[in-house]
């Protein structure tokens, strides 16, 4: 199915959405989420702290050596008793699939590391002007690393396992599977600010930001699949980028107009976040940049030790006592072909 690009922008946002913040997932054995994207990826493990909704959960997070906003991969952590499954269902309403951004010298390496872990993958293969590589994560999340040109890593790990000049860039977007694409388009172009770019067959492109932060966002109509199951290898939700608490105010004040169900403010301690549904069904979340990863520790000690917000500060005993430990463990990797 062709689609053309005859949205009417007349009605866009003044102030579009800069970029993507963070993307949220959710995994089963935690230890084994970080050994891929640590050891594997060479994210590096800048937060480690729990669900605030879920206390008894690990919510971690990955992204550049600082964790700034535009390269944040984060994981709920969903440890389940022997014999319980709690499997996503690929569908509609889901994010098909996580694009990070690579740069295009580094194909062969990434196709080379990759091999070398044991990590299946399709590819690389042409989309639009780009080269593309596919592959999944230990709990079967759809990941894509994407040769593109331009921008440079914010913060580059140079402690981590891959060479910075190969490194991950940040995300290069992301694609939803929906029933319907129209609902969705408008919602991007005429509210968020994105820009139709493109199309191929039955994808729909958007662009978000600009430069460093720019990302492409694919809708993917119609989805041939029934409707999708949230669970262990799906995206629970994509925060998008604003950079201040008032414009988060304005965005709340702008989608509830517009007839969306927003929530509350919800302060998240290295960002404030409100909710909401987009028409196809895929959670979105707008994010503020401030006050970032290092709130509440160095630079330097990023991801070392369990941080808890202070309203969870006096259940640390019994928090850290349900955890298990978690750490980075140089030399040691996990891949999808180990299931």
């Keep these: 199915m062709a689609w053309h690009l005859n949205m009417d922008l007349s009605t866009a946002t003044a102030w579009p959405i800069p970029g993507i913040h963070h993307i949220t997932a959710i995994c089963g054995d935690p230890q084994r989420n970080v050994d891929f994207y640590v050891g594997v990826l060479g994210l590096r493990l800048v937060k480690k702290t729990v669900n605030f909704d879920d206390p008894s ?12 906003p535009g390269t944040l991969m984060t994981f709920f952590a969903w440890e389940l008793p022997p014999g319980v499954s709690a499997r996503a269902r690929p569908g509609a309403g889901q994010v098909a699939a996580t694009a990070f951004w ?13 091999a070398a872990a044991g990590v299946d993958f399709q590819g690389p293969q042409a989309r639009f002007d780009e080269v593309v590589i596919s592959l ?21 790990w140079a402690e981590g396992p891959v060479p910075p000049e190969h490194a991950i860039q940040g995300f290069a977007g992301a694609a939803l599977s929906l029933a319907a ?3 969705t388009a408008r919602l991007l172009s005429e509210r968020l600010g994105l820009r139709p770019v493109g199309s191929e067959g039955s994808r729909l492109r958007f662009q978000v930001g600009e430069g460093e932060d720019a ?27 604003t950079p201040s608490r008032r414009q988060q105010e304005a965005w709340r004040r702008l989608l509830l107009e517009a007839g969306h169900d927003v929530t ?12 909401f549904r987009e028409p196809g069904g895929v959670l979105f979340e707008i994010a503020t940049d401030p006050p970032g990863m290092t709130v509440d520790e160095p630079a330097a000690a990023l991801g070392a030790q369990l941080k808890l917000p202070p309203w969870l500060e006096p259940q640390r005993a019994l928090i850290e006592a349900r955890l298990p430990a978690v750490r980075w463990r140089p030399g040691q990797s996990s891949s999808p072909a180990s299931l």
Excluded: N
């Excluded at 509350?264 to 909710?275: A, C, G, H, T």
């Design 215 to 241: 990302a492409m966002i694919d809708l993917l109509c119609p989805s041939e699949a029934g409707p999708g199951r949230m669970g262990i290898g799906a995206v629970h939700h994509i925060a998008w980028r």
């Design 102 to 114: 690579i740069p295009p010298r580094s194909l062969d390496f990434w196709a080379s590391r990759l």
């Design 136 to 156: 999944r994560d230990p709990d079967g999340l759809a990941l894509e690393l994407v040769a593109r040109d331009g921008g440079r890593l914010r913060a580059p």
């Design 57 to 68: 959960a690990y919510h971690l997070y990955y992204g550049d050596g600082l964790g700034s």
């Design 264 to 275: 509350p403010i919800v302060d998240r301690q290295y960002f404030s976040s409100i909710y």
């Design 181 to 183: 694409c129209r609902p």
